[in-house]
């Protein structure tokens, strides 16, 4: 169960995973890959049950608030007792919370940092100690394109998933002397259940990130599939879809376009428009490229 990035991509087949989210969106659908793939897969999620019919048949499940230190310290124990130790660690639990950054209240900037950067980092201190011992494993953390490009109306999602792959990127260097690789999955908007956790107190931005959740082109099984490659093949930054490696490129190559088209962006919310849903067009236009050009 050695980890290596370069070579070519592994199989999960008797692997021992755990998935934070699992029950629902793009943790059941990694989860659903896992196990067809011959994994021995744990689901933890909110839910005192998974819902039914869900997982598929002999994976297990657990309830976990990953906002808990000591419901973390349960599973943990727990799958030392049942497995003496972890190959996989899938930290996939995550809410969305969406508004202007003097809208959004310090309630919604804690709740999101609780469980979407800090749910990651509870995950990490219960189980690298257990890999390092073992001298392999591999953790992998659901981030955003959010983590990556920030556009306006979207300062506390866009925090804490530049925080999931700041932590991605050092612990990545930090535990590669021990034989744990470590991951990110920045997939851009897909179909899933995330605009239910949107309770925050800017309405009207929420609404606009709904709108953008439900009718994206994609759904949470195709970003699955790209991102379990990703995973397979031991990627650091795992973009699943053209508009993610459009827009991070642009960032990184095109910078005053990227900056250019941001600045429209925020003027746009400014005018009350919809912030969002053409921005990465608008990179694809300045750049005078296809999505092509991108693969």
């Not at 082109?217 to 397979?232: D, F, H, L, N, T």
């Not at 925020?266 to 296809?290: C, F, H, I, N, S």
Request: with cysteine; aromatic share 6%; proline share 5%.
């Amino acid at each position: 169960m050695s980890f290596n990035s370069r070579r070519r991509p592994r199989s999960y087949a008797g692997a021992r995973v755990l998935v934070t989210g699992g029950a629902s969106g793009l943790g059941l659908e990694l989860t659903r890959l896992l196990a067809a793939d011959g994994a021995r897969v744990l689901v933890v999620d909110l839910h005192a049950e998974p819902p039914a019919d869900a997982l598929p048949a002999g994976v297990d499940y657990r309830p976990l608030d990953v906002r808990s230190d000591e419901g973390w310290d349960e599973v943990r124990n727990a799958v030392e007792a049942t497995w003496g130790g972890l190959d996989l660690l899938v930290l996939n639990a995550g809410i969305a919370v969406g508004g202007r950054i003097e809208v959004a209240s310090m309630e919604d900037w804690q709740r999101i940092v609780d469980i979407n950067l800090l749910g990651v980092v509870r995950g990490f201190r219960a189980f690298v100690p257990m890999m390092k011992e073992a001298g392999h494993g591999q953790i992998v953390a659901t981030s955003s394109l959010a983590g990556l490009v920030h556009a306006p109306g979207m300062a506390a999602y866009n925090a804490v998933k530049a925080g999931v792959v700041a932590v991605v990127e050092g612990s990545r260097a930090e535990l590669a002397p021990f034989g744990v690789g470590v991951s990110a999955i920045c997939p851009s908007f897909f179909r899933t259940n995330l605009h239910e956790s949107l309770h925050g107190k800017d309405v009207e931005l929420e609404q606009s990130a709904t709108t953008l959740i439900t009718k994206a082109p994609r759904s949470a099984k195709q970003v699955a599939g790209s991102a379990y490659e990703g995973m397979a093949r031991g990627r650091t930054i795992i973009l699943t879809d053209p508009d993610g490696r459009i827009a991070w490129r642009s960032k990184r190559f095109s910078r005053p376009v990227y900056e250019a088209v941001l600045t429209q962006v925020g003027k746009r919310l400014a005018a009350g428009k919809p912030p969002l849903p053409t921005w990465v067009e608008r990179l694809q236009q300045r750049q005078g490229g296809d999505r092509s050009r991108t693969r």
